[in-house]
């Protein structure tokens, strides 16, 4: 029987679509043997031609994630996508490791003084921002890593 992941995204943009497709094959290609449960390749729920329901989407997608040995999520945006910050709630509760996947450029420069001191400026940080409540759920079951090729590579520790 093989190990099963739920990737958890944002999926209604183009980029986001593209972005998760190449993702995902990564993933695949480095994971053969592993089920990837990817919820844009859900036509019955996701065909914004057609129509499903709120509660058919979330049965579906919740089903398929407390069938996963582990959940992957993509952090990246302006904000941590609503969908994908539930489904982290979900997998934390149900003991599910998470995987964070989160690579804003502006976390880098923490240690540039210009950037620093910007901190005491109203309206001028140079750094992102993330859900702090979001990242703990992840961290206390999980990790999050800052490179695509870094979060591949760390999936193979929750095998």
Request: charged share 20%; proline share 3%; aromatic share 10%.
């Amino acid at each position: 029987m093989s190990k099963k992941i739920y990737f958890a995204s944002p999926l209604f943009s183009e980029m986001e679509r593209v972005y998760n497709e190449n993702l995902v094959q990564s993933i695949r290609e480095t994971y053969p043997d592993v089920e990837i449960y990817v919820p844009q390749e859900q036509g019955e729920i996701n065909d914004k031609n057609a129509y499903a329901d709120s509660v058919a989407i979330a049965k579906y997608d919740t089903d398929a994630l407390l069938d996963s040995e582990l959940m992957v999520a993509v952090l990246d945006g302006s904000t941590i996508d609503v969908g994908v910050a539930t489904e982290i709630g979900v997998a934390y509760q149900a003991g599910i490791p998470i995987i964070g996947l989160y690579t804003d450029s502006r976390q880098q420069g923490a240690e540039n003084k210009q950037k620093l001191a910007a901190l005491q400026e109203v309206a001028e940080s140079q750094f992102s921002y993330i859900n702090l409540y979001t990242v703990g759920i992840i961290k206390m079951n999980g990790a999050i890593y800052s490179t695509s090729k870094d979060f591949i590579t760390a999936i193979n520790d929750y095998l």
